[in-house]
């Protein structure tokens, strides 16, 4: 029977949304995120789509509606498509996601969407090729803007563009940004650049507070639109002028964890009650010898000991090394 109550932490918060990591490896250099590229960090595999069925299962009885799937790449997953399809047919879940860099999303796509995928967002963090890859290490722009294109001729329900804000890399293409969604049916959504464990310097140098980008919107027309349920943290805005709408990631914003809904497994089956929290909990020794229903339980037990709020303004990342690790 499927919980349609979703369970609760200590602090009154619902989680209904599960961000699934089925790898930490990629195949971009971004200079936010892996500027040296990946190197592994563990020998250890990666969640089978047996296990990956027992975890999807197991917080589909807690109440959990929608999965997100995240890497690292997750489109280095051979079996992407095959785990699109098991989410997508775990009863209780309603709509599964996928964040992906677009490196080859046209190609994936038609079958991605054919197993059941219902959201897709992609990445750009310049609309100038030779910036894009400056900062991702690949030519690649052309490939996501036709995967954006694909993705709203193949029906998919929401189709989002995510910018990662930086002083000195793309800050000045803040205009042709908003621009890019006048005419198309997306969300682009500006994230705050964020602080991680080996990133401090790059960090101190490019964040831009997402605040300084709410003002502009606000102050040229863009009106802010209800939160969807099992939406993610964005603060969207829509304007009467633009078919698309624009979102905001603010994790530095006061109160940004009041309305947290959504836990995290690691490409290894361990669960993150937060991205920037110290210690995680493993679930992998327990995937095969517990039942689904088991271990929902254990699952909800280890949730009353996530804390109010991360620690970000104190310059604490927790154990995130940077953002492939959970794909944030």
């Known amino acids: 029977m499927i919980n349609h109550t979703p369970i609760a932490d200590t602090?009154?918060?619902?989680?209904?949304?599960?961000?699934?990591?089925?790898?930490d490896r990629c195949n971009f250099r971004c200079n936010y995120c892996l500027p040296d590229g990946y190197c592994a960090d563990s020998q250890e595999d990666y969640l089978s789509l047996e296990e990956i069925k027992k975890v999807v299962e197991a917080f589909a009885l807690n109440g959990t509606r929608k999965v997100r799937i995240t890497g690292g790449e997750p489109t280095l997953r051979k079996d992407l498509v095959e785990i699109i399809h098991l989410c997508k047919s775990t009863p209780g879940i309603e709509s599964v996601a996928l964040t992906s860099n677009g490196y080859k999303i046209t190609r994936l796509l038609p079958r991605l969407v054919e197993a059941g995928l219902d959201q897709l967002n992609l990445s750009a963090d310049s609309l100038r090729a030779e910036n894009f890859k400056l900062i991702t290490g690949h030519d690649k722009l052309q490939e996501v803007l036709h995967g954006l294109t694909l993705a709203t001729e193949l029906g998919v329900k929401r189709v989002k563009l995510n910018v990662v804000l930086m002083r000195e890399h793309n800050l000045e293409e803040l205009s042709a940004f908003v621009h890019f969604v006048k005419n198309k049916p997306i969300t682009l959504r500006f994230i705050e650049l964020m602080q991680t464990g080996d990133n401090r310097e790059f960090y101190q140098a490019q964040h831009v507070g997402g605040s300084e980008i709410q003002e502009q919107l606000e102050k040229t027309g863009w009106s802010q639109v209800l939160r969807e349920p099992h939406a993610g943290p964005a603060v969207e805005y829509t304007h009467t002028n633009y078919q698309g709408n624009v979102g905001l990631i603010m994790p530095y914003s006061k109160n940004f964890c009041q309305s947290c809904n959504r836990l995290r497994i690691s490409a290894r089956g361990n669960l993150h009650l937060c991205l920037f929290a110290e210690d995680h909990h493993k679930l992998r020794p327990h995937l095969?010898?517990?039942?689904?229903?088991?271990?929902?339980?254990?699952?909800?037990?280890?949730?009353?000991?996530?804390?109010?709020?991360?620690?970000?303004?104190?310059?604490?990342?927790?154990?995130?090394?940077?953002?492939?690790m959970l794909g944030g």
């Open 11 to 23: 602090y009154q918060r619902r989680f209904t949304y599960l961000r699934l990591s089925v790898t």
């Open 288 to 324: 095969l010898n517990e039942s689904s229903r088991e271990l929902a339980k254990r699952i909800k037990t280890l949730l009353g000991y996530k804390g109010e709020a991360h620690d970000l303004h104190q310059g604490n990342s927790g154990s995130t090394k940077h953002l492939a």
